[in-house]
C-alpha cells in the first residue's frame, strides 16, 4: 500500500473554441459553455480550465481579441461555481484578464516561453501557474518527434523550466508540471511517459496528466470517435495516479472522478465514504 497518495485533483475541460479535437465548438457559445462548466462542477471537478485557442496538432494562432472574447463571459459566468478557475493561455494579457475575472491558476501550454510578460505577470499576481512540455509548436508538434530518451528529455526540460520560473520571481510551490502527453510524441513516448512517469514526479511538483480522449487512446483501441475513449482516458488516469500524478485534466469529470477516488483508496488501503464533492487543490 502507498500511504503518500494524495487526493487526486479533477480538471474538468471547457473549450470555448470552434476547433478543438474532442468537442470543437459544442461550448462556444458563452451561456453553454458556463451551463457545462456548472455541470462539471456538479460532477465533482475541482478545477475548471477554460481555454479560447486551441493546441490540438495543426492548430492555427487565434488573436487575443478574439480569445479574450470567447474566455472572459466564461470566467465571470462561472465565478463562485464552486471550483477554481485555470486560465489555459499562453498569452500574458489574455491570462491577466482572467486573472481579473476570477481565475487563480494559468496553464501554459509554452511553460512561459510563448510571451515574455507572462512569467513577470505570474510572479507580480501570486496565482499557480502549469508548465507543460511541447516540442514545437501546435502546427508541427506532430512532425515526426525524435527524442534521445523522451522521459529523460521532458524530466531535464521541466527541470529548466521550473528554475526559470522560480529565477523570475515565482514561488516553487506554486508551479505544476505537465509533461505534454500528445503534445509532440507519438504513441511509443507517451507510453513511456506513463511506464515512468514516477521520474517526472521526481522533480517534486504536482503533475499534471492530459491524456483525456486523445488520439493515441483510439489508435489502442480502435476507437475513432473521442467520445468512446472514455475507459481509455481512465486507464491511463489510473496507472499515472500510481505512479504519483495529482492533477488530471479530463472532459468527462463523473468518469474519472470515481476511477480516481476507488484507486486513491486502494493505492492508500484506507476510504471514507464520498458524501459531499471534494474542492481540494494541488
Known sequence: MRADVLDPVVMGVV????????????????????????ELVAQGADVLDIGGESTRPGADPVSESEELRRVLPVLEGLAGAGARLSIDTSKAAVAAAALDAGATIVNDVTALRGDPQMAPLVARRGCEVCLMHMLGEPRTMQCDPRYGDVVGDVRVFLAQRLAFAVEAGIAEQRVWLDPGIGFGKTIDHNLELLARLDEIVALGRPIVVGTSRKSFLGTITGRDDAGDRVP??????????ARGARVFRVHDVKEARDALLVAAATLRGRWAPATTTSKTTA
Open 15 to 38: 473549450n470555448v473554441t470552434p476547433d478543438s479535437f474532442s468537442d470543437g465548438g459544442a461550448w462556444l457559445d458563452p451561456v453553454a459553455a458556463v451551463r457545462r462548466g456548472h
Open 232 to 241: 481509455g482516458t481512465i486507464a491511463t488516469n489510473v496507472l499515472a495516479l
